[in-house]
């Protein structure tokens, strides 16, 4: 990547600017078990609530905190204007591939550890990470 005003710049800056992007790009293919779908609504409740095999209070509490959540306005007395514009519509809620969290390195998945790799996370915080 190359700018116009890059010869008036230093040497730190230019070479802040012209990193190989690269490096972060790339995807592996999503394998979600459980997905919500978009926006949250009383079903979206009672899917998750399904799938966690929640107890009847815990469901009960999720659709109290939903109600509360429809009907308070966004706080845009103390937070910037913006918030208002978050289409609360398109977020996914709940999206997991049905495995337990892993307590050790040796049982993360391969496509984690390829990350880590790619994108050099040193091990330290890798273990940390996982």
Do not use: C
């Amino acid at each position: 990547m190359s700018y116009d005003t890059t010869d008036v710049l230093d040497t730190e800056t230019r070479e802040a600017i012209d990193i190989d992007r690269t490096k972060g790009d790339f995807t592996f293919p999503e394998r979600n078990k459980f997905d919500a779908g978009r926006g949250l609504t009383s079903a979206t409740i009672d899917y998750i609530s399904d799938v966690k095999n929640d107890p009847d209070w815990v469901r009960e509490f999720r659709h109290k905190a939903l109600k509360t959540f429809q009907d308070k306005p966004m706080p845009t007395n103390w937070a910037t204007k913006d918030l208002e514009s978050i289409d609360f519509d398109v977020i996914r809620y709940y999206l997991s591939d049905g495995e337990k969290p892993k307590r050790s390195w040796d049982d993360v998945p391969a496509d984690v550890l390829e990350t880590f790799e790619r994108l050099g996370i040193p091990q330290q915080e890798r273990a940390f990470l996982a």
